[in-house]
């Protein structure tokens, strides 16, 4: 069984400033995809980029990217020039591949505070 | 995502009573998927299904619960009995079947379903 661990419960960031939040997990397979949600006081669930594990170059979207290191099973997001809006709850998961869609394994979140 | 709709978004039972939550998927999309999230913490997958079929109910509780998709109209997560422990955020999401998807799974707004 797959398992993701986020060891940071909380986090705080000025605004225009850079956060790094970070994600492990554990599985035996090869062939899987990384994801970070976003989940603000609205509660709904949003995705923010995404990773295949067979790709060696890090996932990017505007002011987000992750720094995706498979040998480490190690995937943080970093998030640039930080908004108001970013405050959320962010969940890192993990779907094995296989051919077809599957079940999301999630972590059990960071909380991103962005200060004035 | 929000093609992924989800009512009621706010739902009361008492105990003992029944409670049903729909889904319907984004357009295009053959693969549900049912989460929840219990307060303060991350969601734990439940049940997927594709139209007519379960998939994996890996993450369902023994009794009380159930799900459908059947061929025409939204997929139904059903609550038997409710008892407070049932108190949660139960989200649904969903992907487009077949390997050249992207395997990205879209989640809806979420059902609060608040058992008094």
């Known amino acids: 069984a797959q398992t993701v661990t986020q060891s940071q419960p909380e986090m705080s960031v000025q605004e225009a400033e850079t956060v790094t939040l970070s994600c492990t997990y554990d599985?035996?397979?090869?062939?899987?995809?990384l994801f970070w949600y976003k989940q603000p006081p609205s509660r709904q669930m949003i995705l923010v980029i995404r990773?295949?594990?067979?790709?060696?170059q890090n996932a990017t979207e505007n002011r987000f990217s992750v720094n995706f290191q498979k040998a480490a099973k190690s995937f943080s997001l970093k998030i640039s020039d930080s908004q108001l809006g970013d405050t959320a709850m962010y969940f890192c998961?993990?779907?094995?591949?296989?051919?077809?869609?599957?079940?999301?394994?999630f972590g059990t979140g960071t909380r991103l505070q962005v200060t004035l | 995502n929000a093609g992924v709709m989800q009512n009621p978004r706010h739902l009361v039972r008492r105990r003992g009573q029944e409670a049903r939550l729909r889904c319907s998927p984004m357009?295009?999309?053959?693969?549900v998927y049912w989460y929840r999230q219990l307060p303060e913490e991350g969601l734990k997958f439940m049940v997927y299904?594709?139209?007519?079929?379960?998939?994996?109910e890996s993450g369902m509780p023994k009794e009380r619960f159930s799900a459908e998709f059947p061929k025409e109209g939204p997929s139904i997560l059903r609550i038997q009995q409710v008892v407070r422990g049932d108190s949660a955020a139960y989200f649904c999401?969903?992907?487009?079947?077949?390997?050249?998807?992207?395997?990205?799974?879209?989640f809806g707004e979420g059902s609060w379903l608040t058992v008094v």
């Open positions: 998961a993990f779907m094995r591949y296989t051919g077809t869609a599957s079940k999301l394994t």
């Open positions: 357009k295009g999309h053959s693969h």
């Open positions: 999401a969903s992907s487009r079947s077949g390997p050249h998807s992207g395997n990205t799974i879209y």
């Open positions: 299904l594709q139209k007519e079929n379960i998939i994996d």
């Open positions: 599985t035996s397979e090869n062939n899987y995809y």
């Open positions: 990773q295949e594990a067979y790709k060696q």
